[in-house]
């Protein structure tokens, strides 16, 4: 159980375009998402976590306006990064938590590539 | 500030030469330390949620205890599959619900 999925796995992109990745619980509602980043051996940074019907909360030095996040269901979280630059390409990984205190679960990460 | 430190950065290992890893932590109320397994290319694979000092979790040859200050995850007999890198986190009660803040990982070869 606690599987959570992402979509692409990898994406290359134009300078300037928008991109958009999904990340879905697929055996569990969750009531929370949240989104990092990693750059090459480096560790996970939280971008922002999003309740389910709530605007997401962004960390600090995160632009909000740039990485739009939405939370429509308890499966289904989503990530657009507008007016994408090569300084966004990183590797995006989701992760999901049903409940209070509980642990989050991983996705497999979305390789993102802007040219 | 809520920090994590892993240590060492990188742990080339025999196969069947146990060891361990280390996870030095200080943060504001520690809700809960916990052990994630990450493999190249894929995002963390849970392992271990610890939650108070003197608490230890086992999964075939791992072994994660908890002190006040850090968290030892120990590999006994290690094998050449349980290379990767072990990324630890804490989620301490003033950093907002559920946050988790990661340590840079330690990077683990295992040598047949």
């Known amino acids: 159980g606690a599987v959570v999925s992402q979509h692409p796995s990898r994406v290359i992109c134009k300078s300037g375009t928008s991109v958009k990745i999904e990340c879905r619980s697929l055996d569990f509602q969750a009531t929370t998402m949240f989104w990092y980043r990693q750059f090459p051996k480096q560790s996970l940074m939280l971008m922002a976590t999003s309740n389910e019907g709530s605007k997401a909360t962004y960390e600090q030095g995160v632009e909000k306006d740039k990485f739009l996040i939405n939370h429509a269901s308890l499966t289904l979280s989503t990530l657009t990064v507008t007016s994408a630059h090569p300084e966004d390409s990183s590797f995006y990984i989701c992760?999901?938590?049903?409940?209070?205190?509980?642990?989050?679960?991983f996705g497999p990460g979305t390789r993102l590539t802007v040219t | 500030e809520d920090q994590v430190t892993q240590s060492p950065e990188a742990l080339r290992l025999q196969e069947g030469e146990s060891s361990s890893l280390n996870c030095s932590y200080t943060v504001s109320g520690l809700r809960g330390l916990f052990w994630y397994r990450q493999d190249p290319g894929k995002g963390p694979e849970f392992l271990f949620t610890l939650y108070s000092a003197g608490e230890e979790k086992e999964k075939e040859r791992l072994k994660a205890t908890l002190t006040k200050k850090e968290s030892f995850l120990h590999i006994t007999a290690p094998k050449p599959e349980d290379s990767a890198t072990y990324l630890c986190?804490?989620?301490?009660?003033?950093?907002?619900?559920?946050?988790?803040?990661f340590g840079t990982g330690t990077r683990l070869l295992v040598s047949p």
């Open positions: 992760s999901a938590s049903g409940a209070p205190e509980s642990e989050q679960y």
């Open positions: 986190a804490v989620q301490a009660s003033a950093t907002g619900f559920q946050k988790l803040v």
